[in-house]
């Protein structure tokens, strides 16, 4: 298991709003997925 904290996203939601943020996290995830095994979940 790992754990991961996307640093300053909270930053991306009060400069932008709450759907920029969503999108950060969002290619956070598009990216740790590419990098892992089919058999491997990631999960918010």
Same mark, same amino acid.
């Given at each position: 298991?790992?754990?991961?904290?996307?640093?300053?996203? +909270?930053?991306?939601?009060?400069?932008?709003?709450?759907?920029?943020?969503? =999108?950060?996290?969002?290619?956070?995830? +598009?990216?740790?997925?590419?990098?892992?095994?089919?058999?491997?979940?990631? =999960?918010?």
């Amino acid at each position: 298991m790992l754990s991961l904290d996307a640093d300053h996203c +909270k930053r991306a939601n009060d400069t932008w709003g709450h759907q920029i943020g969503e =999108a950060v996290l969002r290619l956070v995830a +598009k990216y740790l997925d590419a990098q892992m095994r089919p058999s491997d979940l990631t =999960a918010r």
